[in-house]
T-cell receptor, first 114, second 108 residues
Framework: GAGVSQSPSNKVTEKGKDVELRCDPI?????LYWYRQRLGQGLEFLIY????????KSGLPSDRFSAERTGESVSTLTIQRTQQEDSAVYLC????????????FGQGTRLTVV | GIQVEQSPPDLILQEGANSTLRCNFS?????LQWFHQNPWGQLINLFY???GTKQNGRLSATTVATERYSLLYISSSQTTDSGVYFC??????????FGTGTRLQVFP
């Protein structure tokens, strides 16, 4: 596609439920990032992929968070047993290689846990 | 890991004023980008500038890699420039790390 696409745009879920967030990167981009942004805060790194591998998962806040990427394309971020502190905007970015190029962001998924 | 600091944290301007935003980073990098996050939350690429100077309309940026800082200049500011400005850096084969941001408000 022309840009990075994320779905859904908004998600309201009940505490304790699982959610899946999807990211479609720019076609051909090998690097893919997930970030979390709480209201009024900066971008918190969660995980990145190079191809289908995740060299750095250090930003995942707990074992309730997991992510996968298939076909060097779509990625899903899964949050199990959601908590109210998981409420945030989840942003995805893709990059044509891991270095020396620009990263482009999707519009984000706004997650609200009630 | 690498630290990225931005200043000032907040900036209030009247339309037409000029401003300079700064990004300091703690180690050598091979990638530096400036982004504008608009009031709707979308991150918009402004500059990819690991070194040197670039200009795009009223905006320009300079990165002095050897001294580990980058500057973003906004001239003749407009209300549409309001939002948060982030710089992000990347070391070789590592992740993109964001600074804390500068929140800019431009009033008519």
């Amino acid at each position: 596609g022309a840009g990075v696409s994320q779905s859904p745009s908004n998600k309201v879920t009940e505490k304790g439920k699982d959610v899946e967030l999807r990211c479609d990167p720019i076609s051909g981009h090998t690097a893919l990032y997930w970030y979390r942004q709480r209201l009024g805060q900066g971008l918190e790194f969660l995980i990145y992929f190079q191809g289908n591998s995740a060299p750095d998962k250090s930003g995942l806040p707990s074992d309730r968070f997991s992510a996968e990427r298939t076909g060097e394309s779509v990625s899903t971020l899964t949050i199990q047993r959601t908590q109210q502190e998981d409420s945030a905007v989840y942003l995805c970015a893709s990059q044509s290689s891991l270095e020396d190029t620009e990263a482009f962001f999707g519009q984000g998924t706004r997650l609200t846990v009630v | 890991g690498i630290q990225v600091e931005q200043s000032p944290p907040d900036l209030i301007l009247q339309e037409g004023a000029n401003s300079t935003l700064r990004c300091n980073f703690s180690d050598s990098v091979n990638n530096l980008q400036w982004f504008h996050q608009n009031p709707w939350g979308q991150l918009i690429n402004l500059f990819y500038i690991p070194s040197g100077t670039k200009q795009n309309g009223r905006l320009s940026a300079t990165t002095v890699a050897t001294e580990r800082y980058s500057l973003l200049y906004i001239s003749s500011s407009q209300t549409t420039d309001s939002g948060v400005y982030f710089c992000a850096v990347e070391r070789w084969a590592d992740k993109l790390i964001f600074g804390t941001g500068t929140r800019l408000q431009v009033f008519p």
